[in-house]
T-cell receptor
Framework: RKEVEQDPGPFNVPEGATVAFNCTYS??????FFWYRQDCRKEPKLLMS???SGNEDGRFTAQLNRASQYISLLIRDSKLSDSATYLC???????????FGKGTRLHILP | DTAVSQTPKYLVTQMGNDKSIKCEQN?????MYWYKQDSKKFLKIMFS???????INETVPNRFSPKSPDKAHLNLHINSLELGDSAVYFC??????????????FGPGTRLLVL
């Protein structure tokens, strides 16, 4: 099983729709989880951290399921500007090694 | 007011050459990183320095040598460049004292093409 695995997409979604991504991780000892966003030919930027109790930031909701070792990102009322690649990030062992998934590409269609 | 800056932005060079990429952060962070993003967009950590000290050194050819003259700078020198080194190299920084919940702040990337 890969350390961090994501569906590469692309997800082509009409504007206004709700879209959800999942990400699975292999190391049950992983401590922290994040979603980053990377626009085309740009650097990754933190979208949100993912806490055990789940957290919400506007139209974005992140959830963690430790038992099944996956995290999810839900985007409601999607906008054209949400088009990007969404990277799942897991911070692993005591050496603080950070592992990025390959990303899921999202295209919001007008 | 750039937070993490890298130079050059683009680098085109011949196989066998030696090149350097520079990175600077003005965020006052203690930890800096180098990542490689290949053509398949897979972002992989190469090195991490905390307060000028190497703390992560992934399986990277020893042709790659990071150097941190101070905690605000982390440069990457690459000897004997190979075709497979073509990628986007991102520098990043983080506070360095917040454990596993550190946010990474990335530079704009250096696009390296080896011919």
């Amino acid at each position: 099983r890969k350390e961090v695995e994501q569906d590469p997409g692309p997800f082509n979604v009409p504007e206004g729709a709700t879209v959800a991504f999942n990400c699975t991780y292999s190391n049950s000892a992983s401590q922290s989880f994040f979603w980053y966003r990377q626009d085309c030919r740009k650097e990754p930027k933190l979208l949100m951290s993912v806490y055990s109790s789940g957290n919400e930031d506007g139209r974005f909701t992140a959830q963690l399921n430790r038992a099944s070792q996956y995290i999810s990102l839900l985007i409601r009322d999607s906008k054209l500007s949400d088009s990007a690649t969404y990277l799942c990030v897991v911070n692993g062992n005591r050496d603080d090694k950070i592992i990025f998934g390959k990303g899921t590409r999202l295209h919001i269609l007008p | 007011d750039t937070a993490v800056s890298q130079t050059p932005k683009y680098l085109v060079t011949q196989m066998g050459n030696d090149k350097s990429i520079k990175c600077e952060q003005n965020l006052g962070h203690d930890t800096m990183y180098w990542y490689k993003q290949d053509s398949k967009k897979f972002l992989k950590i190469m090195f991490s320095y905390n307060n000028k000290e190497l703390i992560i050194n992934e399986t990277v050819p020893n042709r790659f040598s990071p150097k941190s003259p101070d905690k605000a700078h982390l440069n990457l020198h690459i000897n004997s460049l190979e075709l497979g080194d073509s990628a986007v190299y991102f520098c990043a920084s983080s506070h360095g004292n917040r454990g596993p919940w550190e946010t990474q702040y990335f530079g704009p990337g250096t696009r390296l093409l080896v011919l």
